[in-house]
């Protein structure tokens, strides 16, 4: 994953944000967005987006003192998104094809953000424009051929709030699922606390990847996640941060 010029301004944002989430006062805000700014001055060009994203956020939680800025969003998303479930699954029991149905829920939940939304009927605009929508790029017979010869799954989870999506997904797979999470906060991503309140542990075997960064860096990575990432027949990886 290359990073451009373009992420510049997000880094800063996300830094901004977290500190903002909080109430850090201005002087703190200042000098996280300065220290940001030194840094991203400094970096190695080759580095990818979820590298400098995991400096970028452990400045704010050294700074702050404060290791999960976003947990009440997650707490917020995942209580959204539960009150979504019964809908869900009605939609996969009623379709004529389950598995691609479930499929697009799971897309769906990667494009909602949660923290930008007060309403479930505006979760629900988003569910529906994604199933009524063609997918940029159809891969599900490919992924339907690769589900069949595989013995187990490895499923690389994203958000929180976006996890339920994914249970509904887990739960018409055919095969054993194992559902990576992030290994502390980092940014909205789910944890092993936020994957349970999701109800992930009723459909899936959770591990986490041992590694607070956004994405799967696999060198910041447990042995355990890294020997399950290298063994495993069919992964799925969603989003940015997966």
């Not at 996300?14 to 002087?27: F, H, K, M, T």
């Not at 769906?108 to 529906?128: H, P, R």
């Not at 799954?153 to 997904?169: C, I």
């Amino acid at each position: 994953m290359r990073t451009y010029l373009d992420c510049y301004p997000c880094f800063l944002r996300q830094a901004l944000s977290a500190a903002r989430r909080v109430g850090a006062d201005e002087n703190a805000q200042v000098a996280i967005v300065g220290e940001t700014l030194d840094l991203l001055h400094g970096l190695d060009p080759g580095q990818s987006p979820p590298e400098i994203g995991y400096a970028v956020h452990r400045i704010v939680r050294e700074r702050l003192s404060q290791r999960d800025p976003y947990r009440a969003t997650k707490v917020r998303s995942t209580c959204e998104a539960l009150a979504l479930y019964p809908r869900l699954k009605a939609l996969v029991s009623e379709s004529a094809d389950p598995v691609a149905t479930a499929v697009r829920l799971s897309i769906a939940g990667n494009i909602i953000d949660f923290a930008q939304s007060d309403e479930l009927a505006d979760l629900w605009v988003t569910v529906e424009r994604v199933l009524a929508a063609p997918l940029a790029a159809d891969d599900l017979d490919a992924f339907r051929t690769s589900l069949a010869t595989a013995s187990a799954v490895l499923f690389l989870a994203d958000n929180a709030g976006e996890t339920v999506f994914d249970r509904v997904l887990i739960e018409v797979l055919p095969v054993p699922v194992i559902y990576a999470v992030k290994g502390g906060p980092i940014l909205n991503d789910a944890t092993l606390e936020d994957a349970t309140a999701a109800g992930l542990d009723l459909c899936a075997t959770l591990i986490d990847n041992g590694a607070d960064a956004p994405g799967t860096i696999l060198p910041l990575c447990s042995e355990e996640f890294r020997q399950a990432f290298a063994i495993a027949p069919l992964v799925i990886a969603k989003g940015g941060h997966s």
